[in-house]
T-cell receptor, first 111, second 117 residues
Framework: SQELEQSPQSLIVQEGKNLTINCTSSKTLYGLYWYKQKYGEGLIFLMMLQKGGEEKSHEKITAKLDEKKQQSSLHITASQPSHAGIYLCGAADNYGQNFVFGPGTRLSVLP | DAGVIQSPRHEVTEMGQEVTLRCKPISGHNSLFWYRQTMMRGLELLIYFNNNVPIDDSGMPEDRFSAKMPNASFSTLKIQPSEPRDSAVYFC???????????????FGPGTRLTVL
């Protein structure tokens, strides 16, 4: 079964700093989803990447998919306290099934 | 739209009791997912339905767990009998699956925090 690893597990940054979170798959990626979760709440969809080399941006968050490396990265530019939370990557197999999530990266942004 | 609605938000029960969690997906969505989240195991997919039919229930831990989707606007996840190790946050999510192999974004409910004493 597919497994997703994320690094780092947790991250504390000063407001205004840039940061990157990585998600690595044990198998070929057919699509990669990024979600954000605030404590005690459900997940909020950020982006979905479908093709190798694809890069998407939403406000100050950019995600990229590297199919060859079976990896995706999420980059936040000029972080703000509102970016704090847990970031999870998710993926499915080539049948769109066996949906799995990574363990999450806990981000704290200090004002 | 009100989003995905889950009830109850919190449930505290004693070991051996039956627990029923409820979910109302977003109107028009045709896929529904049940997840469980714990500190130890993270977010795990339990089961998902497409057009009210269970497609993948390989994540259901054991026979004590059962899920139903009698119609497009309602689903339940039942645990009978409940055990302390079932304590977790249970999320329901829905999406619109338009074909191919990729699901569109899943919209998550606020979750039900279950504590089994």
């Amino acid at each position: 079964s597919q497994e997703l690893e994320q690094s780092p597990q947790s991250l504390i940054v000063q407001e205004g700093k840039n940061l990157t979170i990585n998600c690595t798959s044990s198998k070929t990626l057919y699509g990669l989803y990024w979600y954000k979760q605030k404590y005690g709440e459900g997940l909020i969809f950020l982006m979905m990447l479908q093709k190798g080399g694809e890069e998407k941006s939403h406000e100050k968050i950019t995600a990229k998919l590297d199919e060859k490396k079976q990896q995706s990265s999420l980059h936040i530019t000029a972080s703000q306290p509102s970016h704090a939370g847990i970031y999870l990557c998710g993926a499915a197999d080539n049948y769109g099934q066996n949906f799995v999530f990574g363990p999450g990266t806990r981000l704290s942004v200090l004002p | 739209d009100a989003g995905v609605i889950q009830s109850p938000r919190h449930e505290v029960t004693e070991m051996g009791q039956e627990v029923t969690l409820r979910c109302k997906p977003i109107s028009g969505h045709n896929s529904l997912f049940w997840y469980r989240q714990t500190m130890m195991r993270g977010l795990e997919l339990l089961i998902y339905f497409n057009n009210n039919v269970p497609i993948d229930d390989s994540g259901m831990p054991e026979d004590r767990f059962s899920a139903k989707m009698p119609n497009a606007s309602f689903s339940t996840l039942k645990i009978q009998p409940s055990e302390p190790r079932d304590s977790a946050v249970y999320f329901c999510a829905s999406s619109l699956f338009t074909g191919g192999f990729l699901h569109n974004e899943q919209f998550f409910g606020p979750g039900t925090r279950l504590t089994v004493l």
